[in-house]
C-alpha cells in the first residue's frame, strides 16, 4: 500500500531551522512529483514546494522562496524539506503529497496521496 510518512517538526525559535522528512513506501519516490503543503490554522491550505521527477525541477511559492529548499534521497525513498531563517507565520501542519503517478509540479493541487503531517511552530 502507497503510503507517505512526515516528520521532523517541532517548536523552534524564528530564525531558526527545520528540516522535514517525507519517507515514502509502497511506491518509487523518484518516478513522482512531490509536493509539499502547509495549513495554519483558520487559514486554507497552501502549496509551498515541489519538485518534478522528470527534470528535479523545483517549485518554491513566493512565501518561502531562498528559505526552503527541497530535495530528494532515491536511495532511501525520501523526500526533504530543509526550512531556514523560520518565522512565526511559517506556523503551520506539514504534509508532503503526490498523485502516484504524475511528474511534473504543474498539478500538484491535484494530489490524492497524502501523509499525517508533522506540526511546525515558530516562536518569536
Known amino acids: 500500500q502507497e503510503q507517505l510518512v512526515e516528520s521532523g517538526g517541532g517548536l523552534v525559535q524564528a530564525g531558526g531551522s527545520l528540516r522535514l522528512s517525507c519517507a515514502a513506501s509502497g511506491f518509487t519516490l523518484d518516478d513522482v512529483a512531490i509536493g509539499w503543503f502547509r495549513q495554519a490554522p483558520g487559514k486554507e491550505r497552501e502549496a509551498i514546494s515541489c519538485m518534478a521527477s522528470s527534470d528535479g525541477s523545483t517549485y518554491y511559492a513566493n512565501s518561502v522562496k531562498g528559505r526552503f529548499t527541497i530535495s530528494r534521497d532515491n536511495a532511501k525513498n525520501t523526500a526533504f524539506l530543509q526550512m531556514n531563517s523560520l518565522k512565526p507565520e511559517d506556523t503551520a501542519v506539514y504534509y508532503c503529497?503526490?498523485?502516484?503517478?504524475?511528474?511534473?509540479?504543474?498539478?500538484?493541487?491535484?494530489?490524492?496521496?497524502w501523509g499525517q503531517g508533522t506540526q511546525v511552530t515558530v516562536f518569536s
Open positions: 503529497a503526490t498523485d502516484l503517478f504524475s511528474t511534473e509540479c504543474t498539478v500538484m493541487e491535484g494530489f490524492t496521496h
